[in-house]
């Protein structure tokens, strides 16, 4: 099994063919079964509307449906394809894509007609064995969400989400003040969830809808995190069917919200489902959303990867930008037809140095019917390098802003030493032992 992650990917790439490329691609072909993660849509523009989401802040994904048969070509057998952009361009981009990638011979799953289909899993037929695909998202809009059909209604085409509950815990002291914050403004409302004692705080917002926030007494602050329970439940019923009607079961799931700021951990409600769905049949965990690597841990002999990160670094070049990616990004709107997709700023991530958005790994899974024997983790590159200044090694274009060209290729030197002492440095808290020999991370079971 080889496992890749993020592809934020809208430039044909299958004509390269630098020996640090291709070894990607051999990387894919050299297992049973490749899988990777599509953080983007295909559509022909005659096959879309308008873009369904106005919130700007964040990248619109829509890209060349021939791109699909790149990803075909680079090897990939299965993607998941249920995240925060999976509605960029509404019922139609969705439908479109799942189209486009069944038309290139990719297995996708997480997104569908209706709720029902967005959460089935997706099935690959392989020589050695059948492969299950259960893909879903967390930190989606309501609009975003797949439904069932009721009423002489259709159902809603959408993701499979994993929605959250949040609480609150805050010691006496803090509890005190936030009920004499919350009278004072006249802004407390009991919560719709919470424990028995809870309190609530609804600030006012741009939003109709919206549940206050559940506070409780404790004996310290912490944010808890956990599944939504219908949506736990629902998961956990495609993960058994897939276990049962298949030989091995990928479980990916694409979060976009943390407890509180981006750290280098998991937020609690990622560790619940990734647990949850092992211990419910599935073989891997993939986890991916937050665009950076995490730590790796070995649950009852069943791998999990909490963070996936990038594999396709290249939303600066996705050739049509909306209305409101400009207007969020504080560029003059009055000027629009001025404004180009070369405008910058204009896609996150991308405003400042990231050490961790340029680099990732392909990861090989050794596996028999006894279970997982080995890992593999080969550094790639993204055209920048894993230093905290994110030095560029691959430029595309004569702007002022530098365009990094985004595809990967195997890291070498002091940068694939830097890539994969992260993942043992962040797994090493899991209990997992990464060692590093010749370039590339092991992981002996």
């Not at 998202?137 to 959250?164: C, D, E, Y």
């Not at 405003?351 to 983790?377: C, F, H």
Request: glycine letters at 10%.
């Amino acid at each position: 099994m080889s496992l890749a992650g993020e592809c934020m990917v809208c430039r044909p790439f299958s004509m390269h063919d630098e020996p640090e490329f291709t070894q990607v691609w051999d990387l894919l072909k050299d297992s049973d079964v490749a899988y990777g993660h599509l953080e983007m849509n295909f559509a022909d523009y005659d096959e879309l509307k308008w873009p369904a989401r106005g919130q700007g802040i964040g990248s619109f994904m829509m890209s060349d449906p021939e791109i699909a048969n790149d990803l075909k070509w680079a090897g990939f057998d299965i993607m998941s394809t249920a995240h925060n952009h999976s509605f960029d361009f509404g019922a139609e981009g969705l439908l479109a894509t799942k189209k486009h990638m069944k038309a290139a011979g990719i297995v996708t799953a997480g997104t569908g007609a209706d709720l029902e289909l967005a959460s089935e899993p997706g099935y690959v037929e392989k020589k050695n064995g059948r492969v299950a695909l259960v893909s879903t998202s967390s930190g989606n809009q309501h609009f975003m969400w797949a439904g069932l059909s009721k009423g002489a209604l259709r159902g809603r085409p959408g993701v499979n989400p994993l929605r959250l509950n949040f609480e609150f815990m805050v010691d006496e002291t803090t509890a005190k003040n936030l009920k004499d914050f919350a009278q004072k403004l006249n802004v407390a409302k009991p919560p719709k969830h919470g424990r028995e004692g809870s309190f609530g705080i609804q600030l006012p917002g741009p939003q109709q809808w919206g549940d206050p926030e559940s506070f409780f007494v404790g004996d310290r602050c912490e944010i808890i995190s956990r599944c939504n329970k219908r949506d736990l439940e629902r998961n956990l019923r495609s993960i058994d069917e897939a276990r049962a009607m298949a030989d091995l079961v990928i479980v990916a799931h694409h979060f976009s919200v943390a407890d509180g700021p981006r750290g280098e951990t998991a937020p609690q409600f990622v560790q619940q489902f990734a647990r949850a769905a092992i211990d419910g049949g599935a073989d891997i965990y993939v986890g991916h959303g937050w665009h950076r690597t995490l730590g790796i841990e070995i649950y009852n002999g069943k791998p999990i990867f909490y963070g996936l990160g990038n594999f396709f670094a290249q939303s600066e070049f996705i050739q049509r930008v909306p209305y409101d990616s400009y207007d969020a990004w504080g560029h003059d709107v009055d000027r629009l037809p001025m404004l180009t997709p070369a405008a910058h700023p204009l896609h996150p991530g991308l405003d400042t140095p990231s050490d961790t958005w340029w680099s990732s790994a392909v990861i090989q899974l050794e596996m028999n019917d006894y279970g997982l024997k080995r890992v593999l983790l080969h550094p790639v590159e993204m055209g920048r390098d894993s230093s905290p200044q994110a030095n560029q090694s691959r430029r595309t274009g004569k702007g002022d802003h530098h365009q990094t060209e985004g595809r990967p290729m195997l890291a070498k030197g002091e940068d694939a030493f830097r890539i994969i002492d992260r993942y043992r440095r962040l797994s090493e808290p899991l209990g997992t032992k990464i060692q590093i020999k010749d370039g590339v991370g092991v992981i002996e079971l």
